[in-house]
């Protein structure tokens, strides 16, 4: 008994003796972690790790602890972020987290013809946490040889309610006029389902349907009431990133466009817009843009289809 009690701590410092120790992550290795880590940037912490790991394999359980670190105070800091924009959000008043743009464009031409024309449009987006609430107004006005050519007016508002992540319901008002095709005022109720096919960083695509009603009041007095389907796509597609153009400006191309066809008994109409937006600084850019209307059976002397491009300069806030 004495002598294993004599041979036993000889035994422990050897077995202490043949155990590595975890070697500290050098100076200059954590430096860099460090350094990672500040950015806030994941995928350049995961890098960063990575080749640490690999450069430094005995430090491997130092390296995680440090990773799985600042991925929780990251996960922590979001969740904090959007209870904060969560609370602004709801807390915020009618007139504020509206967002737009505001399109402008003009031309004249003298010579064989004398022409003047404007253009102007205002589109408003208020985003909640469940609502999100649309306005557009917008206006074209021409004039010819001193004769007005084309005066066109609308104005539209729709109010979405949130039921999923892909579903919502939608109600729907809008004003036209438009005396070259043929009606001073043309008024619209709708209201029904709507679904995001699409939702992604660079595309986004959705369609909305549902019954509606139309008043048209035409130049010649008369009126037309009727129950008609209504059929709505918006669609946006972010085309590129930093295109180089003139001046050093970058640019964002996008291509999108939008639709709304009524069918009633008497009459389809359609109305189309394509546009292509390239940005010249975080607020001013420039469109190109080509809009169709269409009516089935337009009234004596107008023509079905009525077309129009505009190159306009958008202002967004």
């Given at each position: 008994?004495?002598?294993?009690?004599?041979?036993?701590?000889?035994?422990a410092?050897?077995?202490?003796?043949?155990?590595?120790?975890?070697?500290?992550?050098?100076?200059?290795?954590?430096?860099?972690?460090?350094?990672?880590i500040?950015?806030?940037?994941?995928?350049?912490?995961?890098?960063?790790?990575?080749?640490?790991?690999?450069?430094?394999?005995?430090?491997?359980?130092?390296?995680?602890?440090?990773?799985?670190?600042?991925?929780e105070?990251?996960?922590e800091?979001?969740?904090?972020?959007?209870?904060?924009?969560?609370?602004?959000?709801?807390?915020?008043?009618?007139?504020?987290?509206?967002?737009?743009?505001?399109?402008?464009?003009?031309?004249?031409?003298?010579?064989?013809?004398?022409?003047?024309?404007?253009?102007?449009?205002?589109a408003?987006?208020?985003?909640?946490?469940?609502?999100?609430?649309?306005?557009?107004?917008?206006?074209?006005?021409?004039?010819?040889?001193?004769?007005?050519?084309?005066?066109?007016?609308?104005?539209?508002?729709?109010?979405?309610?949130?039921?999923?992540?892909?579903?919502?319901?939608?109600?729907?008002?809008?004003?036209?006029?438009?005396?070259?095709?043929?009606?001073?005022?043309?008024?619209?109720?709708?209201?029904?389902?709507?679904?995001?096919?699409?939702?992604?960083?660079?595309?986004?695509?959705?369609?909305?349907?549902?019954?509606?009603?139309?008043?048209?009041?035409?130049?010649?007095?008369?009126?037309?009431?009727?129950?008609?389907?209504?059929?709505?796509?918006?669609?946006?597609?972010?085309?590129?990133?930093?295109?180089?153009?003139?001046?050093?400006?970058?640019?964002?191309?996008?291509g999108?466009?939008?639709?709304?066809?009524?069918v009633?008994?008497?009459?389809?109409?359609?109305?189309?817009?394509?546009?292509?937006?390239?940005?010249?600084?975080?607020?001013?850019?420039?469109?190109?843009?080509?809009?169709?209307?269409?009516?089935?059976?337009?009234?004596?002397?107008?023509?079905?289809?009525?077309t129009?491009?505009?190159?306009?300069?958008?202002?967004g806030?």
């Amino acid at each position: 008994m004495t002598c294993l009690r004599l041979i036993a701590p000889a035994f422990a410092i050897a077995a202490t003796a043949t155990t590595p120790a975890l070697a500290e992550l050098p100076d200059p290795v954590r430096a860099m972690v460090d350094a990672a880590i500040e950015t806030g940037d994941p995928d350049k912490v995961a890098t960063v790790i990575e080749i640490a790991r690999s450069t430094n394999p005995e430090s491997a359980d130092e390296l995680g602890t440090l990773q799985e670190a600042f991925e929780e105070d990251r996960a922590e800091a979001e969740r904090i972020a959007a209870a904060e924009e969560e609370r602004r959000i709801r807390e915020a008043g009618l007139l504020a987290n509206w967002s737009g743009q505001g399109q402008i464009g003009a031309f004249q031409s003298s010579g064989n013809t004398e022409s003047i024309g404007l253009t102007a449009a205002l589109a408003l987006t208020r985003t909640g946490i469940d609502w999100t609430h649309k306005m557009k107004l917008s206006a074209d006005y021409q004039r010819t040889d001193g004769e007005t050519s084309r005066k066109q007016w609308l104005a539209s508002y729709e109010p979405r309610y949130q039921l999923s992540e892909r579903v919502f319901t939608y109600g729907f008002a809008q004003f036209e006029s438009n005396r070259f095709q043929g009606y001073t005022g043309r008024y619209a109720l709708s209201g029904g389902l709507g679904w995001k096919l699409i939702e992604q960083s660079d595309m986004n695509l959705s369609i909305k349907l549902g019954p509606a009603y139309r008043r048209t009041e035409f130049v010649d007095g008369t009126t037309d009431n009727n129950l008609a389907a209504l059929f709505g796509l918006d669609f946006d597609w972010q085309l590129a990133d930093n295109i180089k153009l003139t001046n050093d400006a970058n640019a964002t191309a996008e291509g999108g466009g939008q639709a709304l066809v009524f069918v009633d008994s008497d009459n389809i109409s359609l109305s189309a817009l394509t546009g292509l937006e390239a940005k010249l600084n975080s607020s001013l850019s420039t469109r190109l843009s080509y809009s169709v209307e269409y009516n089935s059976d337009p009234p004596a002397g107008s023509v079905k289809t009525d077309t129009l491009a505009r190159f306009t300069l958008v202002y967004g806030f």
